[in-house]
């Protein structure tokens, strides 16, 4: 494993503990925001796009429509499903 994916690998293992553990929506969104900066330093766009594709087909059509629509349309203020 490269070292731009150990940095992603940690990021994400840090946004799914501090998302977790965050006390308020704007914490929770904190963390996930500084993985996505990361993610977008350390990961090609085709890397990115392969994550993005097989982690949504796990997902219920509904909510897989719900974060294709926060993410196309700009939605930034949106929460994460509960």
Do not use: C, N
Not at 28 to 37: G, H, I, N, P, V
């Amino acid at each position: 494993m490269t070292d731009r994916h150990l940095a992603a690998a940690r990021m994400l293992r840090i946004a799914l503990t501090l998302g977790a553990y965050r006390y308020t929506p704007e914490g929770r969104m904190a963390a996930w925001l500084d993985f996505a900066r990361v993610i977008a330093a350390r990961v090609t766009d085709e890397e990115r796009a392969l994550i993005v594709y097989w982690t949504a087909r796990t997902l219920p059509p509904d909510l897989r429509a719900q974060i294709f629509d926060g993410a196309h349309y700009g939605a930034d203020s949106m929460e994460a499903p509960a």
